[in-house]
């Protein structure tokens, strides 16, 4: 992964501070190793916070996460949603709690790997960087089934045929930003289309995506991925409809 990343200099004599935001729904199996991941991550120069959004759990995945916040309570916070609400509903709440300079989205499987928040915040050395999305397109990785594939590899052409953008996978679950664009960026979405969004959004705005290659381990929908065709339609719709405004 290249070792350390050395940030320091975002910001004149201070310590950057990275917000990691992971939204869960009944994932008390991975959460516990998801977590542990993200703080055995080393960025030389970078504070961490990790604000986990649970969204309804009915698993006990809700017992597992107040365990973990009695065992790191800092830098863990743990906010609980009465009902599940979607995967952007967890994130607006998240946004409420950040007080980092950049976030980047984390699952609570373990498709996505932290080890790559290197590649994720290297780009970020250059002030005038304010998005990167991790593509699983840009190297070599296993997948889930040749549908989900190409359906991934859909929106992206119809997002780069709207915006006149170049990116390589619209739908990638690791996506970092400044955190004062994404405040700004007025979400709306409650659930999946929380990542069309904010790309018709950052886009429309004539902000480029930087793209960095990663590593993607997809598991199927017997292991409980969620995100379905349904999604996927309201994705297109999500660009079109931020397209259009």
């Known amino acids: 992964m290249g070792g350390y990343v050395t940030i320091a200099d975002w910001r004149e004599n201070n310590q950057v501070k990275l917000s990691v935001i992971i939204p869960v729904y009944n994932e008390a199996a991975t959460i516990t190793q998801v977590i542990e991941r993200v703080l055995s991550v080393e960025l030389d120069g970078v504070e961490k916070e990790i604000i986990v959004v649970n969204d309804g759990s009915t698993d006990?995945?809700?017992?597992?996460?107040?365990?973990?916040?009695?065992?790191?309570?800092n830098p863990l916070k743990i906010v609980h949603h009465e009902r599940n609400r979607g995967k952007g509903a967890a994130i607006r709440t998240a946004l409420e709690h950040v007080t980092g300079d950049v976030i980047i989205t984390q699952d609570a499987d373990l498709e996505y790997d932290p080890r790559e928040y290197p590649r994720l915040l290297a780009p970020f050395k250059d002030p005038t960087v304010q998005v990167v999305y991790g593509s699983r397109n840009l190297r070599r990785n296993p997948r889930s089934s040749w549908s989900f594939y190409w359906g991934g590899?859909?929106?992206?052409?119809?997002?780069?045929?709207l915006y006149g953008s170049h990116i390589t996978d619209e739908a990638t679950g690791y996506k970092a930003f400044r955190t004062n664009l994404l405040r700004s960026l007025d979400l709306r979405s409650d659930r999946f289309e929380f990542c069309p969004e904010v790309t018709g959004k950052v886009l429309r705005r004539g902000i480029e995506i930087?793209?960095?290659?990663?590593?993607?381990?997809?598991?199927?929908?017997?292991?409980?991925?969620k995100i379905n065709w349904r999604d996927?339609?309201?994705a297109i719709w999500t660009l079109l409809k931020y397209r259009v405004r």
């Not at 995945?61 to 309570?73: C, H, I, K, M, S």
């Open 210 to 225: 930087h793209e960095v290659p990663i590593s993607y381990r997809p598991r199927s929908f017997d292991e409980g991925k």
């Open 60 to 73: 006990g995945t809700d017992v597992v996460l107040n365990g973990l916040a009695a065992r790191w309570p």
């Open 232 to 234: 996927g339609l309201w």
């Open 153 to 161: 590899r859909l929106l992206s052409w119809i997002a780069n045929l």
